[in-house]
């Protein structure tokens, strides 16, 4: 048990529809990352919060947004879903300080778009 | 850009030696990491290496890096069925400002 977790576990919709995924990090850690794994695609960063601000974006649709709230919780928003949205969506947290960045990954939400 | 490449698939006996290889492209990277994911859970951490570092060994696993030619290797001896996952290869810089994964290695384990 890495200490991360994400709920739901599994979510089923249909196209067009907006989802909400969750993750609470780790005590302690400050940043959260979120991530997309899919089978022709592998893992993708998607982005990553440090402290309630952005920090990093990778390749992060402009259909899908994300917020880190004060509790340091994130909450990942994926909007006018596409069939091709289908995937694992992680969520990992870290303490980064200065040092190794190790990330701490969540079990993943498994995302099925109909 | 930045890049992490590692082939798809390694297949071995149980009781031989893996060795998973990784190349990346940014020289700037201070970290270099190797996860394991098993079916169905997340990735988890297997162990690091500072990048100017040649060689890392932890039990089973040893870690070698050629940092002039940004190849990365991830050996494991005595491979067992449960080291069946995927191995994610990964380079960072200090802090957490950049990490970037690669697509991962399938490493099949026959008994």
């Known amino acids: 048990d890495s200490g991360v977790t994400q709920t739901p576990k599994h979510l089923i919709t249909a196209t067009g529809q907006r989802v909400t995924l969750r993750c609470s990090p780790r005590s302690g850690d400050l940043s959260v990352y979120w991530y997309q794994q899919s089978l022709d695609q592998g893992l993708q960063f998607l982005i990553q919060?440090?402290?309630?601000?952005?920090?990093a974006k990778g390749n992060i649709l402009e259909r899908f947004s994300a917020q880190q709230f004060p509790d340091l919780h994130s909450e990942l928003n994926l909007s006018s879903l596409e069939l091709g949205d289908s995937a694992l969506y992680f969520c990992?947290?870290?303490?980064?300080?200065?040092?190794?960045?190790?990330?701490?990954f969540g079990p993943g939400t498994r995302l099925t778009v109909l | 850009g930045e890049d992490v490449e590692q082939s798809l698939f390694l297949s071995v006996r149980e009781g031989d030696s893996s060795v998973i290889n990784c190349t990346y492209t940014d020289s700037s990277s201070t970290y270099l990491y190797w996860y394991k994911q098993e079916p169905g859970a997340g990735l988890q951490l297997l162990t690091y290496i500072f990048s100017n570092m040649d060689m890392k060994q932890d039990q089973r696993l040893t870690v070698l890096l050629n940092k002039k030619d940004k190849h990365l290797s991830l050996r494991i001896a005595d491979t067992q069925t449960g080291d069946s996952a995927i191995y994610f290869c990964?380079?960072?810089?200090?802090?957490?400002?950049?990490?970037?994964f690669g697509a991962g290695t399938r490493l099949f384990v026959k008994a």
């Open positions: 919060y440090y402290n309630g601000e952005e920090r």
């Open positions: 990964a380079e960072g810089d200090t802090g957490g400002f950049k990490t970037i």
């Open positions: 990992a947290s870290s303490v980064a300080l200065a040092g190794a960045d190790t990330q701490y």
